[in-house]
Nanobody
Framework: VQLVESGGGLVQPGGSLRLSCAAS????????MSWHRQAPGKERVLVAT????????YYPDSVKGRFTISRDNAKNTVYLQMNSLKPEDTAVYYC??????????WGQGTQVTVSS
C-alpha cells in the first residue's frame, strides 16, 4: 500500500497550490479519502474529506470556501486545491485513506509553506 503526496512548496500569501495524492495497493474507489495537516508543535487536524464516490465532501470552517477536495477514481488520485493561502496554512499535509472496517493508511506528507 502506498499513498504518495506531491505538489507542496513555498507560496506567497494569497497564492494557490494543488496537492495530489496517488494511491496504490488497495481498492481506491472503496475508500473515503481525506487531507490532514500538522503544523510544528501542533496536532494533526482534518482539512477536507471526500466520500468514496466523490459526491459528499466536508471542510472545517478554517478552510471552507478556500480549499476544494476532489478525486479521480480512474487515476487512483485525490487532490486538494488550496486558494487564498494564509501563513497559518503552513504545515505538512498528509492524505489518508479510510475504509468502513476501520482500516486506514497514511501518506508520508508534503510540506506547504505560506510566506512572503
Amino acid at each position: 500500500v502506498q499513498l504518495v503526496e506531491s505538489g507542496g512548496g513555498l507560496v506567497q500569501p494569497g497564492g494557490s497550490l494543488r496537492l495530489s495524492c496517488a494511491a496504490s495497493g488497495f481498492t481506491f474507489s472503496r475508500y473515503t479519502m481525506s487531507w490532514h495537516r500538522q503544523a510544528p508543535g501542533k496536532e494533526r487536524v482534518l482539512v477536507a474529506t471526500i466520500a468514496s464516490d466523490g459526491v459528499w465532501t466536508y471542510y472545517p470552517d478554517s478552510v471552507k470556501g478556500r480549499f476544494t477536495i476532489s478525486r479521480d477514481n480512474a487515476k487512483n488520485t485525490v487532490y486538494l486545491q488550496m486558494n487564498s493561502l494564509k501563513p497559518e496554512d503552513t504545515a505538512v499535509y498528509y492524505c489518508k485513506a479510510a475504509y468502513n472496517s476501520g482500516t486506514y493508511y497514511w501518506g508520508q506528507g508534503t510540506q506547504v509553506t505560506v510566506s512572503s
